[in-house]
């Protein structure tokens, strides 16, 4: 975690995340509430805004008719100045054109009188009424005046201008003049005041913008850290179980979705402690067990070994015996003995070979047979299985071939057990034929050798494909009786070519033939085992 | 002018008691009762437009110089018998009228007055108007009136004269001085109703202010009510 978040989990904010990490409220109610939060205080923030500026509008159009009622007052102002000269002017001229004047300008300003006595506000009306009581002597006035004048007494019409309409324009001068007055006071008043709201308005939505951000980080910082925290501890927590280390718990404030996952981990933990535990005994039961069980098998295939070692010996006197009885060392053989020794022979022969496989087999188990590893020519191999089991070929009357690329190089391998590999799987191939062909023939690809021999014989069912490589397994009892073999072979030689790091495999179709290989490095080192 | 037509009628009634059936048959009056129609279309008239002193007199006024209702009859015609019988039982024409200066309307807009009759011409509005007319007969007259004053005027020669308001030229008013009571003024269907005419032949004359006079010939009979229209062309 970085430096500044630690520390403000530490401070009374870290306080708030783990309170709101406790609120028994699900993830999305909390996201929710968070967005709500924010969202109301723009829209207060909105509706303060719209109510000043609402104020202030109310206040300039106040402003607006004060200013309007000024000029109003000023207009009566200047109608009755107006009256004052026209009506001297008359009482010069003494025309009914300079009367009409008169009556004008009269009646203008009982015009913006009404008007501003429409707009005045309340506590203007009692002087406004003062004005407009005086401005109904003045029309009076006036009329007597047009009247006398009308009538030529201009006696009477001077008299009238003088005791009575001067003084009645002087009280509406001054009365107007405290109007005016007075609306300029409230101008003024009006003008601060605004100018007051709008300072106001713009400290309050500064005020709010800064909380409004404020409010949204804070919040923003709250909520996110109450859910990034259990992801943090979770997080470490899934670290320590794929390291393998089982059986830890968090601890995490939340009472929401989170909170419940903390349970639902911890009680995998202890259910993958508890496992852990279980697989391990029973793996250390189980290891001991293999041990003894290996010990046993390296008895068996020791035993195996002396045993086929102790039984050859005995063996290999009989078959010596036996053939220098018919190589006729001893004398002539009679005609009856002839056929029991050469059974004898052949039996014997057949009991070797069963015992030497038995013995390689046992060495392999034992770990005791070991490749002698070297230079070979593969030509050569080839060419001695071939001459190992050409007479047999031609006694079954089979065509047996072999081919090999001429540009493969000297290979490297235990050239004696690949020998008896391919011979293995010839001699099968030629065992298990009985009309048809045999062939052998090797490929290079790639740094690896592949020897196949493929026959025309009776093929090997799909279900038993899997078995063939076994110890003791022919595809039928009734085949070893038929055709013979120890059934030793093709394990010997799966086992051999493995190690020389290799593998075998087999193609085969019932009743049409099959196609056996193994394929090993053309450089095997033999550390392969 | 009340007292010699009170005179009349009691001579009347003394007549008419002295002379019996023959004598209440001659004096039991006629009437004839009819409508003043346009004949034409109405002329279309614009509204008039007030450019000063708007909060008394408002933004515009409806031309009243020639009222039509919808069936024709026109208002304010003044109707007359041109030569009156001598000896009439007629009711006599009030001898005062008042006329109303009202948002800058004379009201109403025709008044008709009996020879040597008087009008009360009053100002209701708060400002100032100024009655003004030159009549041929009589003396003109010319007075600027505030607020609530009322101004008498009398008539004493038979004319039709012209009132107007120096200070607003839209205002216009009309007074009939009538020199015997067969004068009537058409209601706002056109109809009038002139009585107490004894049978016989008359000439009927109309005049409405802006379409000038017109005159008709009507027989009245004793019982009925004669009914007649008149007829003003539109022009």
């Given at each position: 975690?970085a430096?500044?978040?630690?520390?403000m989990?530490?401070?009374?904010?870290?306080?708030?995340?783990?309170?709101?990490?406790?609120i028994?409220?699900?993830?999305?109610?909390?996201?929710l509430?968070?967005f709500?939060?924010?969202t109301g205080?723009?829209?207060a923030?909105?509706?303060v805004?719209?109510?000043?500026v609402?104020?202030t509008?109310?206040?300039?159009?106040?402003?607006?008719?004060?200013?309007?009622?000024?000029?109003?007052s000023?207009?009566?102002?200047?109608a009755l100045?107006?009256?004052?000269?026209?009506?001297s002017?008359?009482?010069?001229?003494?025309s009914?054109?300079s009367v009409s004047?008169?009556?004008?300008?009269?009646?203008?300003?009982?015009?913006?009188?009404?008007?501003?006595?429409t707009?005045a506000?309340p506590?203007e009306?009692a002087?406004?009424?003062?004005i407009?009581?005086?401005q109904?002597?003045?029309?009076a006035?006036?009329?007597?005046?047009a009247n006398?004048?009308?009538?030529?007494?201009?006696?009477?019409?001077t008299?009238?201008?003088?005791?009575?309409?001067?003084?009645?324009?002087?009280?509406?001068?001054?009365?107007?003049?405290?109007?005016?007055?007075?609306?300029?006071?409230?101008m003024?008043s009006l003008?601060?005041?605004?100018?007051?709201?709008?300072?106001?308005?713009l400290?309050?939505?500064?005020g709010?913008?800064?909380a409004?951000?404020?409010v949204?980080?804070?919040?923003?910082?709250?909520?996110?850290?109450?859910?990034?925290?259990?992801?943090r501890?979770?997080?470490?927590f899934?670290?320590?179980v794929?390291?393998?280390?089982?059986?830890?718990?968090?601890?995490?404030?939340?009472?929401?979705?989170?909170?419940a996952?903390?349970?639902?981990?911890?009680?995998?933990s202890r259910?993958l402690?508890?496992?852990?535990e279980?697989?391990?005994?029973?793996?250390?039961?189980?290891?001991?067990?293999?041990?003894r069980?290996a010990l046993?098998?390296r008895?068996?295939?020791?035993?195996?070994?002396?045993?086929?070692?102790e039984?050859?010996?005995?063996l290999?006197?009989?078959?010596?015996?036996?053939?220098?009885?018919l190589?006729?060392?001893y004398g002539?053989?009679?005609a009856?003995?002839r056929?029991p020794?050469v059974?004898?022979q052949?039996?014997?022969r057949?009991?070797?070979?069963?015992?030497?496989d038995?013995l390689?087999?046992?060495?392999?188990?034992a770990?005791?047979?070991?490749?002698?590893?070297?230079?070979?020519?593969?030509?050569?191999?080839?060419d001695?299985v071939?001459?190992?089991l050409?007479?047999?070929?031609?006694?079954?009357?089979l065509?047996?071939?072999?081919?090999?690329p001429?540009?493969i190089?000297?290979?490297?391998?235990?050239g004696?057990r690949?020998?008896?590999?391919?011979?293995?799987?010839?001699?099968?191939?030629?065992?298990?034929?009985?009309?048809?062909?045999v062939?052998?023939?090797?490929?290079?690809?790639?740094?690896?050798?592949?020897?196949?021999?493929?026959?025309?014989?009776?093929?090997?069912?799909?279900?038993?494909?899997?078995n063939?490589?076994?110890?003791f397994?022919?595809?039928?009892?009734?085949?070893?009786?038929?055709y013979?073999?120890?059934g030793?072979?093709l394990s010997?030689?799966?086992r051999l070519?493995?190690?020389?790091?290799?593998?075998?495999?087999?193609?085969s179709?019932?009743?049409?033939?099959?196609t056996f290989?193994?394929?090993?490095?053309l450089?095997?080192?033999?550390?392969?085992? | 002018?009340l007292?010699p037509?009170?005179a009349?009628?009691?001579?009347?009634?003394?007549?008419?008691?002295?002379?019996?059936?023959?004598?209440a048959?001659?004096s039991?009056?006629?009437?004839?009762?009819?409508t003043?129609?346009?004949k034409?279309?109405?002329?279309e008239?614009k509204?008039l437009?007030?450019?000063?002193?708007?909060?008394?007199?408002g933004?515009?006024?409806n031309?009243?110089?020639?009222?039509?209702?919808?069936?024709g009859g026109?208002?304010?015609?003044?109707?007359?018998i041109?030569?009156?019988?001598a000896?009439?039982?007629a009711?006599?024409l009030?001898s005062?009228?008042?006329v109303d200066?009202?948002?800058?309307t004379?009201?109403?807009?025709?008044?008709?007055v009996p020879?040597?009759?008087?009008?009360?011409?009053?100002n209701?509005?708060?400002?100032l108007h100024?009655?003004h007319?030159?009549?041929?007969?009589?003396?003109?007259?010319?007075?600027?009136?505030?607020?609530?004053?009322?101004?008498?005027?009398?008539?004493?020669?038979?004319e039709?004269?012209r009132?107007t308001?120096d200070?607003?030229?839209?205002m216009?008013g009309?007074?009939?001085v009538a020199?015997?009571?067969?004068y009537?003024?058409?209601d706002?269907?056109?109809a009038f109703?002139?009585?107490?005419?004894?049978a016989g032949?008359y000439t009927?004359?109309v005049?409405q202010?802006r379409?000038?006079?017109?005159?008709?010939d009507?027989?009245v009979?004793?019982?009925?009510?004669?009914a007649v229209?008149?007829?003003?062309?539109?022009?």
């Amino acid at each position: 975690m970085a430096p500044p978040v630690i520390a403000m989990l530490a401070s009374p904010l870290g306080a708030l995340v783990r309170a709101v990490a406790r609120i028994r409220a699900s993830v999305h109610v909390k996201l929710l509430a968070g967005f709500l939060l924010i969202t109301g205080l723009f829209i207060a923030m909105t509706a303060v805004g719209l109510l000043l500026v609402r104020e202030t509008a109310r206040q300039t159009d106040l402003l607006d008719q004060a200013h309007e009622r000024v000029s109003w007052s000023r207009q009566i102002e200047h109608a009755l100045a107006m009256q004052m000269h026209f009506t001297s002017m008359a009482l010069l001229a003494q025309s009914d054109g300079s009367v009409s004047l008169i009556l004008r300008e009269n009646n203008r300003f009982n015009d913006t009188l009404a008007r501003l006595e429409t707009a005045a506000p309340p506590e203007e009306r009692a002087l406004i009424q003062s004005i407009r009581g005086a401005q109904e002597d003045a029309m009076a006035t006036v009329a007597d005046i047009a009247n006398a004048l009308r009538d030529r007494r201009l006696a009477d019409a001077t008299t009238a201008l003088h005791t009575r309409l001067e003084p009645t324009y002087q009280k509406i001068e001054a009365l107007v003049g405290s109007l005016v007055a007075a609306e300029e006071a409230r101008m003024a008043s009006l003008r601060s005041s605004i100018s007051a709201a709008r300072t106001r308005s713009l400290r309050l939505m500064a005020g709010f913008a800064v909380a409004a951000v404020v409010v949204a980080l804070a919040g923003g910082f709250v909520i996110s850290w109450s859910f990034i925290l259990p992801v943090r501890e979770a997080h470490g927590f899934l670290s320590d179980v794929a390291e393998g280390r089982f059986g830890g718990t968090i601890v995490v404030p939340n009472r929401d979705e989170f909170g419940a996952l903390a349970e639902r981990m911890n009680w995998m933990s202890r259910e993958l402690h508890r496992l852990d535990e279980e697989q391990r005994v029973a793996a250390e039961t189980l290891r001991g067990l293999n041990e003894r069980l290996a010990l046993a098998s390296r008895a068996k295939s020791e035993f195996l070994a002396n045993m086929s070692h102790e039984l050859r010996t005995p063996l290999n006197a009989i078959l010596g015996f036996t053939e220098i009885m018919l190589d006729e060392l001893y004398g002539e053989v009679p005609a009856g003995l002839r056929e029991p020794l050469v059974d004898i022979q052949t039996n014997g022969r057949h009991l070797l070979r069963l015992i030497n496989d038995v013995l390689d087999l046992s060495k392999i188990e034992a770990g005791r047979l070991e490749l002698g590893v070297g230079e070979y020519s593969v030509q050569e191999i080839v060419d001695v299985v071939q001459s190992s089991l050409k007479s047999l070929a031609f006694e079954k009357g089979l065509a047996f071939n072999v081919s090999v690329p001429p540009e493969i190089p000297p290979a490297s391998g235990d050239g004696r057990r690949l020998t008896q590999c391919l011979l293995n799987l010839a001699g099968n191939a030629l065992k298990f034929t009985r009309q048809g062909r045999v062939d052998i023939d090797v490929e290079l690809d790639d740094g690896w050798l592949t020897y196949r021999v493929t026959d025309t014989g009776i093929g090997i069912p799909a279900e038993e494909v899997e078995n063939i490589f076994a110890e003791f397994r022919q595809v039928d009892t009734t085949i070893t009786k038929e055709y013979g073999g120890t059934g030793l072979g093709l394990s010997i030689t799966k086992r051999l070519v493995e190690m020389h790091g290799g593998r075998i495999g087999v193609q085969s179709e019932l009743g049409k033939g099959s196609t056996f290989f193994f394929t090993v490095p053309l450089r095997a080192d033999g550390g392969v085992a | 002018m009340l007292t010699p037509l009170r005179a009349l009628l009691l001579g009347s009634t003394i007549l008419l008691l002295a002379t019996g059936l023959t004598t209440a048959r001659e004096s039991s009056a006629g009437s004839i009762k009819g409508t003043v129609v346009l004949k034409g279309t109405a002329p279309e008239l614009k509204k008039l437009a007030v450019t000063i002193d708007q909060y008394v007199c408002g933004k515009e006024k409806n031309p009243e110089e020639l009222v039509v209702s919808p069936q024709g009859g026109i208002r304010s015609a003044v109707v007359w018998i041109e030569k009156p019988p001598a000896a009439a039982a007629a009711e006599a024409l009030p001898s005062t009228a008042a006329v109303d200066q009202k948002e800058c309307t004379f009201l109403p807009r025709v008044v008709i007055v009996p020879t040597g009759g008087k009008i009360d011409f009053l100002n209701s509005d708060r400002l100032l108007h100024n009655l003004h007319a030159t009549p041929n007969a009589n003396p003109p007259f010319n007075r600027t009136q505030p607020k609530g004053r009322t101004i008498t005027i009398s008539f004493s020669h038979p004319e039709i004269i012209r009132v107007t308001c120096d200070l607003h030229s839209w205002m216009r008013g009309w007074v009939v001085v009538a020199d015997h009571p067969f004068y009537a003024l058409t209601d706002g269907a056109g109809a009038f109703e002139l009585r107490g005419l004894p049978a016989g032949r008359y000439t009927l004359k109309v005049w409405q202010e802006r379409l000038g006079t017109t005159s008709k010939d009507v027989v009245v009979g004793d019982q009925e009510p004669t009914a007649v229209t008149l007829e003003m062309a539109a022009r």
